[in-house]
């Protein structure tokens, strides 16, 4: 079950139920601004319209952008949107535009500089004031509705009347909005660098910044609030790996521990919230976004190569699980985000809800034995964590619990499984958190890329029904089967509607994916695909001084067009972009791919060089730029059954910049050497499954023995 995107939210109800005030958002198909279309505040979708009547008015835009799952953007509508009040005076004295940012990146990106360069800080919602040419004048984030609410001096109403003076008399105004607009150009567009390739000294100089923030009691990187995403965990599993430095393994090995132990991990049924408000991941922002669970599923899968420990496989599955589970739409595409908020038994809604227990609760559901396990092993207490409401967590070990309870350790986890499906049936019974129902390409890449990485690590050579590869298919088949206007990849697709132009993020991302499907099941096709994406990123993305701009050059003209770079909630398209070059390279043989990745890492190098602990993605790239990409082929004699015994010794292994490309000796291998010319002349021999292992230009002996291959590549990989 799920609550609709576009439920009434308003509190402002006609005497027959129906919504007493209804604006232009009611037309728009994102499920956040769907979600304002009945506020008193005459929303404006983002256009040229919109200007237009600010410049006809003389009025300022009041720009608010946020998302549909985000916590303080529903407090903000509720505290200000809601209100009669400050309604009317936004209604008389501006244009409002609501935007949302997971739908236009492009303009949240220009904002959010904005935002920063007039705070130091920024996140969402974000609140602006611009002319009609959209230069900003002043810019905010969450604002209390007025003087005194949470603590704040000057609240939103206060806010808008004295920023309603200023636009009407101090004549500051319009040299401040073209002074922003400068900065923000000079924020997002940075000079190429020029000269050679960078070398690797940038990462241990990015190592040098992270070792001294770790948090080296509770993982992750100081001060709360602690996002998973701040912790570039592939780059350090990897440098370990490539460079021996034991200690950044350890930083990431106990970071993802402290993650998956702590409340931030949905303890009953799989993925990770959004990020933990205290040091400890104990209480989050409960809001799941697939994104994150993504690039964390990616996270516990190197994990589980890096370390070998079967828990780190597990929190994947368990991760991935969330996704296949709860986040697939009928035809294949994924699911963004699920909200923070949802209604208690009053009616009300509330963070966390939906998440949390009492031990009443528990004690009520299960037998008294049962609900023993559970308020023990996952800390559950009478004061809880949130509201008198505890977040399910494990501080301690379960042999450890198991002790203390007098129970073998084998007993402890029975009691934990079945009292564990009891909470989850009764919790699908709670009135459910919003679940926007758009799907977005990018994420989508991300989480293909993810489900078919795990196909390859947990599931080597199953096509099971359900399983992660069949699950990854259908995803990319739903993306790539979507009506393209134009010709053009559209970013957003809701409700039979695909629409808004695909960013730099977007091909880069679903590259990605296709790329790690061809990789997991050998079908030629995603190769063409991710083959015929990149030729768009070049002709319309691809700036010849090296690296991409998130917008299309026939795109709507923004205050800057940004070259993304810096690490985010996600890397950027262009560190994305820049792997995926590298391995287009050595799938196709194509060396002007490589040549667009080193003008790319070229122009991005005074970055690298500055701040190189803001671009550790960007840093993967430049790591296997030097390290080489490892092409390892398996070719079966008459069945890609043939191959399992290869699949299975090389799953576990922690592989860092190997291609895989497996075919069937006869018209499957030669249809595949079309487009990857590492596939021609190499029989299977002696009628056995073979294995081609190169670098660099310099092959080892094939061979027809699994041990013997994963000797070539332990040796390979050696230090």
């Not at 009520?364 to 396990?373: K, Y």
């Not at 132009?501 to 190769?527: K, N, S």
């Not at 970055?607 to 960007?618: E, F, G, I, K, Y």
């Not at 059954?641 to 699949?647: Q, S, T």
């Amino acid at each position: 079950m799920t609550t609709s995107s576009h439920d009434l939210r308003t509190r402002h109800l006609l005497p027959d139920g129906s919504p007493r005030f209804t604006n232009s958002l009611i037309d728009e198909p994102s499920p956040y601004l769907r979600q304002h279309a009945h506020n008193p505040v005459d929303w404006h979708p983002w256009g040229p319209e919109a200007f237009e009547l600010a410049r006809e008015t003389g009025r300022p835009v009041l720009l608010s952008v946020g998302y549909a799952t985000c916590h303080w953007c529903h407090v903000m509508e509720h505290e200000s949107f809601e209100d009669l009040e400050i309604a009317a005076f936004i209604n008389e004295h501006t244009v409002p535009i609501k935007v949302d940012r997971e739908e236009r990146p492009d303009v949240d990106a220009v904002y959010m500089a904005a935002v920063q360069l007039f705070n130091g800080h920024g996140g969402w919602p974000m609140t602006l004031w611009l002319n009609a040419d959209g230069e900003p004048f002043y810019a905010a984030t969450y604002i209390p509705a007025r003087d005194g609410d949470r603590g704040a001096s000057t609240g939103f109403l206060t806010l808008l009347r004295s920023l309603d003076r200023a636009w009407r008399e101090d004549p500051r105004i319009p040299r401040s909005t073209a002074t922003a607009r400068e900065a923000v150009r000079q924020a997002l567009e940075p000079v190429a660098g020029e000269g050679g390739l960078p070398g690797l000294d940038p990462i241990p100089r990015a190592l040098e910044v992270l070792f001294r923030r770790y948090d080296a009691r509770w993982g992750g990187l100081q001060p709360a609030p602690k996002f998973p995403s701040s912790l570039p965990t592939r780059l350090l599993l990897r440098e370990d790996r490539l460079h021996g430095r034991p200690k950044a393994r350890g930083m990431a090995l106990s970071s993802l521990e402290r993650m998956a132990a702590g409340g931030m991990n949905d303890q009953l049924a799989g993925g990770f919230h959004r990020y933990s408000t205290d040091e400890r991941w104990l209480v989050p922002h409960f809001e799941k976004m697939l994104y994150d669970n993504a690039l964390l599923a990616l996270d516990y899968l190197e994990a589980y190569q890096a370390s070998g420990d079967e828990s780190y496989a597990q929190v994947a599955r368990e991760t991935l699980g969330w996704i296949t589970g709860e986040m697939t739409d009928p035809g294949g595409g994924l699911y963004a985000a699920t909200d923070a908020d949802s209604a208690g038994p009053d009616g009300e809604r509330a963070e966390g809800l939906y998440f949390t227990w009492t031990p009443a609760e528990i004690r009520a559901a299960v037998d008294a034995d049962q609900a023993a396990a559970v308020v023990a092993f996952y800390g559950v207490d009478q004061d809880g964590h949130l509201d008198g409401r505890s977040v399910l967590h494990m501080d301690r070990a379960l042999p450890e619990v198991a002790e203390a309870l007098g129970l073998s350790a084998g007993d402890l986890e029975a009691r934990l499984g079945h009292a564990g499906a009891r909470l989850l049936e009764l919790r699908a019974q709670r009135p459910p958190p919003l679940r926007d129902e758009k799907i977005l390409v990018a994420w989508n890449g991300l989480a293909i890329a993810a489900l078919a990485r795990a196909a390859r690590v947990l599931e080597p050579g199953s096509r099971d029904v359900g399983g992660f590869l069949v699950c990854a298919e259908a995803a990319a088949r739903f993306l790539l089967g979507e009506p393209r206007p134009g010709g053009r990849l559209q970013r957003v697709h809701k409700d039979g509607r695909s629409y808004v132009d695909a960013t730099l993020d977007d091909h880069a991302f679903l590259i990605l994916g296709l790329l790690e499907l061809y990789q997991a099941g050998g079908d030629p096709h995603w190769l063409e695909q991710a083959v015929t994406l990149d030729r768009e990123l070049a002709s319309r993305f691809e700036d010849p001084a090296g690296g991409f701009f998130r917008t299309a050059n026939d795109g709507e003209a923004l205050l800057a067009r940004e070259k993304p770079i810096h690490d985010g909630a996600m890397p950027s398209g262009n560190a994305v972009q820049a792997w995926n070059l590298l391995v287009l390279a050595a799938l196709t043989g194509d060396d002007g791919y490589r040549v667009r990745a080193d003008r790319l890492l070229v122009a991005l190098g005074p970055v690298l060089q500055q701040a190189p602990w803001a671009a550790t993605d960007l840093l993967l790239a430049l790591q296997l730029r030097h390290q080489g990409v490892a092409e390892l082929v398996l070719v079966a004699p008459t069945d890609r059954g043939d191959l399992a015994p290869f699949l299975e010794a090389v799953a576990p292994l922690h592989l860092p910049g190997l291609v895989l490309v497996t075919a069937v000796q006869g018209p499957d291998q030669a249809a595949q050497a079309v487009l990857t010319p590492l596939l021609r002349d190499r029989p299977a021999m002696e009628g056995l499954a073979t294995a081609y292992l190169c670098q660099g230009g310099s092959c080892r002996l094939p061979t027809t023995a699994p041990g013997e291959l994963v000797e070539q590549l332990e040796a390979l990989f050696a230090r």
